[in-house]
């Protein structure tokens, strides 16, 4: 099976960059997508194709991928992105998600 | 509008069947591969499976959770998805969504439909 690896938590102030990181074997070969959840709510995309920003999503979210490791960014992070961040990647025949990553803005 | 429906979801007891069922509007349906997902409560995603489009043959794929319990299919002509799920056990009680997608930035989800499997 495949497994993508990330930080449970990350906090900063509003204003800092939040950096959340994803690690896992795949990452060498496939790319990657980051979802935002926030409570209550269906999963949005942000990023795909490890450092593409689908239309509509803010500036300040960027994707960067090294080897087996990608990081999704946020630059000058606001209090609305304050959320459930989660990778997302594809091997064979299977889909499979990070564990995910809580981030609070305050 | 571009929008995914879930419905179906309920309480069913352990060892019992239930079927979803997800109503796509505002994009072209038969395009685009088509998922379900699944959270349990205060827990993280979950991908179940896959069913792919006519160009790929409507190839399907699962979660080896639930292999041989669950199966995807999807009609067209009716621009719509469905889980059924069969044997279901506690730990399959979740909010189920449906997402469709593709290569690039189409990445759509519905808002969910809780399944609740408990005697």
């Known amino acids: 099976s495949y497994e993508l690896t990330q930080p449970s938590s990350v906090s900063v102030s509003p204003g800092q960059t939040a950096r959340i990181t994803c690690s896992g074997d795949?990452?060498?070969?496939?790319?990657a997508r980051w979802f935002q959840q926030k409570p209550g709510q269906a999963p949005v995309l942000v990023i795909y194709?490890?450092?593409e920003r689908p239309s509509g999503i803010p500036e300040r979210f960027s994707g960067s991928s090294s080897g087996t490791t990608v990081t999704l960014t946020i630059s000058g992070a606001q209090v609305e992105d304050e959320a459930d961040y989660y990778c997302?990647?594809?091997?064979?025949?299977?889909?499979?998600f990070g564990g995910g990553t809580k981030l609070t803005v305050l | 509008e571009v929008q995914l429906v879930e419905s179906g979801g309920g309480l069913v007891q352990p060892g019992g069947s239930l079927r979803l069922s997800c109503a796509a509007s505002?994009?072209?349906?038969?395009?685009?591969?088509m998922d379900w997902v699944r959270q349990a409560p205060g827990k993280g995603l979950e991908w179940v499976g896959r069913?792919?489009?006519?160009?790929?043959?409507?190839?399907?794929e699962y979660a080896a959770s639930v292999k041989g319990r669950f199966t995807i299919s999807r009609d067209d002509s009716k621009n719509s998805l469905y889980l059924q799920m069969n044997s279901l056990k506690t730990e399959d009680t979740a909010v189920y969504y449906c997402?469709?997608?593709?290569?690039?930035?189409?990445?759509?989800w519905g808002q969910g439909t809780m399944v609740t499997v408990s005697s």
């Open positions: 997302y990647s594809a091997a064979d025949n299977n889909q499979v």
């Open positions: 069913t792919r489009n006519k160009a790929n043959s409507y190839t399907t």
């Open positions: 997402r469709g997608g593709d290569a690039d930035a189409f990445d759509i």
């Open positions: 194709k490890d450092s």
């Open positions: 795949v990452l060498a070969k496939k790319y």
């Open positions: 505002g994009f072209t349906f038969s395009d685009h591969y």
